[in-house]
């Protein structure tokens, strides 16, 4: 493929080596003279540098005794770019003779690379980098044509008269070209749209499909938040978290002029090898609508998203960690990604309960003579008073059924019995054999269940997913099995005898 790689990918996507340059270090100590700077991401595509100086000086006692340096910044200049590094770590280096000159190689972990950090000027749109995209390629329903093509020139200098007619050769060599399938369209309104593209496979590490969100709206650049919102949105339609490794700024003309580079954005402990190899969680059977519905779902997720102004920040914090957890401790972030959209709700104006079984005015009236008598028995117990205020709170499990008859949506004995399957992990319960493997199925139930309440609150009437070997259901309708055949059937669990 014929691929111009400084609008296909983020700058660190090859070796960077900056030879000859003057670097300034804000290192608690003197650094020695610099030869060369190589900066790259390791195999789990964290930012690292390699610092040869020359070693004709004293070696800096910071450096032999490795210690940790945090929140230091280096800032260079390379002809025309500008990089700001951030949050430096040394973590080793070495000594060696090269040519009969002493070196030393110093070996650093960073955060952060900015290019051309203060530029702002002329920003026409913006791109942001994404590691773990989608695996199936079915859902990039338009195409984009590749082409390039070499000029090959040769002018005289300076030509006399006599040679005008020859001064000039000029010939245009072999055009290659291709067309790819891989890129989504979501008009938003008038003045706004996003542009889903995949990126080029010789640009993936071998781990993982790599995607772009570009933006070209002010209102989209100049907030990050709702870029953030719309990733997630985004993230929750293909199965799996787009986990961010750069943004990159354009001008109308396609120049790259501004460029903000990290390491994955995920929980260092987390391995982010792994996170790009898990399947897919699909909440639609996206794979399955033609393509043409493809782009309407997401554009209709999007602007409910938008339009109704919902928090769902703490709600998607939960539900993205949850994804990379154990059953017994996947269940409980569930249970609080539920709970967070549940209690989000009974906040809002659009909840008639407020999560209570009576009015609240009407409740203070009802119990005023009975709370003054109650708190004169109780006088001593304070812990029975502040109770008290509790009577008319609803349940858990109750909460959870007024808030899915308030916002519309059908469910059955399953997904209740999944509600209460977290009790056991959440309070430390013993779970037996049996017991576990049930908790694996309402852990997945309690999946599709979380699934539905979003795709609910945002409008959606189409068809979610169950499982791959179900077919989809209508988001109007409660999960239509047992839970019994979900375990033997659709998921299909086994047990084995190893005594």
């Given amino acids: 493929m014929p691929y ?10 090859q070796e960077r080596i900056f030879k000859d340059l003057e670097w300034t270090f804000e290192f608690p100590f003197k650094m020695m003279k610099i030869k060369e700077v190589k900066i790259n991401r390791n195999e789990f595509y964290n930012i690292s540098l390699e610092i040869k100086c020359f070693a004709n000086e004293k070696v800096p006692k910071e450096i032999k005794q490795f210690e940790v340096i945090e929140f230091i910044k280096i800032r260079s200049k390379c002809s025309s770019d500008e990089y700001l590094i951030k949050n430096l770590n040394i973590s080793r280096y070495t000594s060696y003779y090269e040519n009969s000159m002493a070196f030393l190689n110093i070996y650093l972990s960073a955060t952060t690379l900015l290019f051309n950090p ?19 390629k079915i859902i990039f329903p338009r195409a984009t044509t590749y082409s390039k093509k070499e000029i090959y020139e040769k002018i005289l200098d300076y030509p006399v008269p006599e040679l005008r007619e020859g001064s000039k050769f000029k010939r245009e060599m072999e055009k290659n070209e291709a067309v790819s399938l891989n890129y989504i369209f979501c008009k938003l309104n008038d003045v706004e749209n996003i542009i889903i593209g995949k990126v080029p ?12 969100i570009s933006y070209n709206s002010e209102k989209y650049i100049n907030d990050k938040n709702l870029r953030g919102n719309i990733e997630n949105i985004i993230s929750f339609v293909f199965g799996r978290k787009l986990v961010k490794i750069g943004e990159s700024y354009y001008d109308s003309k396609g120049n790259k002029i501004k460029e903000k580079i990290y390491n994955p954005i995920i929980n260092e402990k987390l391995n982010i090898k792994n996170i790009c190899a898990s399947a897919n969680n699909l909440p639609i059977p996206i794979h399955k609508y033609p393509h043409k519905d493809i782009e309407l779902i997401i554009r209709d997720l999007i602007n409910s998203f938008t339009e109704k102004d919902i928090d769902f920040s703490s709600m998607f914090t939960n539900y993205w960690n949850s994804s990379f957890l154990p059953t017994e401790s996947r269940i409980i972030l569930l249970a609080a990604s539920l709970e967070s959209m549940k209690n989000k709700w009974f906040e809002s104006q659009n909840s008639k309960s407020k999560g209570v079984i009576i009015d609240k005015p009407l409740f203070k009236i009802l119990i005023k003579d009975i709370k003054n008598s109650f708190d004169l028995i109780f006088d001593e117990c304070k812990m029975l008073k502040d109770n008290f205020g509790g009577l008319n709170r609803l349940s858990i499990n109750k909460g959870f059924e007024v808030f899915f008859e308030e916002i519309g949506m059908e469910f059955g004995e399953v997904e209740l019995e999944a509600i209460k399957a977290r009790n056991k992990p959440v309070h ?4 037996d054999t049996e017991t576990y493997r049930d908790l694996i199925i309402y852990t997945e139930v309690y999946q599709i269940l979380v699934n539905k309440v979003i795709l609910t609150l945002l409008d959606f009437d189409g068809l979610y997913h169950v499982h791959d070997f179900a077919e989809p259901v209508q988001i109007s309708d409660k999960i239509p099995y047992s839970l019994e055949e979900l375990r033997d059937d659709i ?7 190893i005594d």
């Fill in 201 to 212: 496979d010789k640009m993936n590490p071998k781990w993982s499909t790599n995607i772009s």
């Fill in 118 to 136: 203060e530029n702002d000027d002329n920003i026409a749109w913006i791109k942001e980098w994404y590691l773990n995209g989608p695996t199936s």
């Fill in 4 to 13: 111009y790689e400084e609008i296909e990918w983020e700058i660190l996507q």
């Fill in 428 to 431: 430390g319960n013993d779970i």
């Fill in 491 to 497: 998921y299909q669990l086994k047990t084995y005898d």
